[in-house]
DNA sequence: TAATAAATTTAGAATTATTCTAAAAGGTGT
DNA sequence: ACACCTTTTAGAATAATTCTAAATTTATTA
């Protein structure tokens, strides 16, 4: 592992806020000022294939990388905001119905988050 | 609805196949050709919005748009090809272990598609 | 029907996330 | 110290999507 992969796993994996490549890039220049962006994807896309963390795809936003530790995710609709949840494990039902391997899987819910459903009910009176 | 609305609304529904922006595009040109690709994007946003169609986010390749109707994907981490899949509804025991309410869920199972399996063990020969 | 208002479409520019490229820098083994 | 391989860098390139402002279409009202 290099030094700037260490720390970008470091970043990832303590601050467990879901964050973007660009985040990283700001978090890793406050060590390492010289640090470059392109560092930073090359790094992320290593780590990622490596299985030691998780790419986040969104809508409308972009990637956000997250430890790899199984858990799902709770999103809002309407600002985005990522939350973790630990739904049951799929695994084992999951393998059974595909009656197939796989190598991951990746469960999001959707909903209103409770600042944006008050956000609404205030702009609405 | 208007016009392109429905256009759209119909050939994400008729060609099951998982499409991008762009291949919308092509097909509505062979009956338009004059349509921009603006108005398809315009006209995608409106339809996921009111939940019409449903957009399906893809890790390092454009948004597909599906379908509306329930139903989870099978996606080959290798070439991205998509596959429906009818996992059992989880809808209820979401609901129960969350203890709110949600507006749907997304589940994405990763595995390695057969075509991509063999080439690997043809190349490794 | 004419006139006005509102919504939709268009073309192309703008934005932005990500990848690519080629050169520079670092590290390793002999 | 020298050749070799990997990583990093900066900036250009790419590509998906959104934005903008004008043009066109549709709906509404007089």
Not at 7 to 20: A, C, D, R, W
Not at 31 to 45: E, H, K, M
Not at 60 to 87: E, M, N, Q, W
């Amino acid at each position: 592992m290099t030094k700037y992969e260490k720390q970008i796993y470091e970043i990832v994996n303590k601050l467990t806020g879901h964050l973007t490549a660009d985040q990283i890039f700001s978090e890793l220049k406050k060590s390492y000022p010289s640090v470059s962006l392109a560092t930073v994807y090359n790094n992320l896309n290593k780590l990622c294939e490596a299985g030691l963390i998780r790419r986040v795809s969104m809508e409308g936003s972009p990637d956000r990388y997250d430890r790899s530790a199984k858990h799902d995710h709770l999103v809002c609709r309407r600002c985005g905001k990522l939350t973790d949840i630990c739904f049951e494990d799929l695994t084992a039902s999951l393998k059974q119905q595909l009656g197939e391997d796989f190598l991951a899987y990746d469960l999001k819910v959707y909903y209103i988050c409770p600042e944006c459903r008050r956000k609404t009910q205030a702009a609405s009176i």
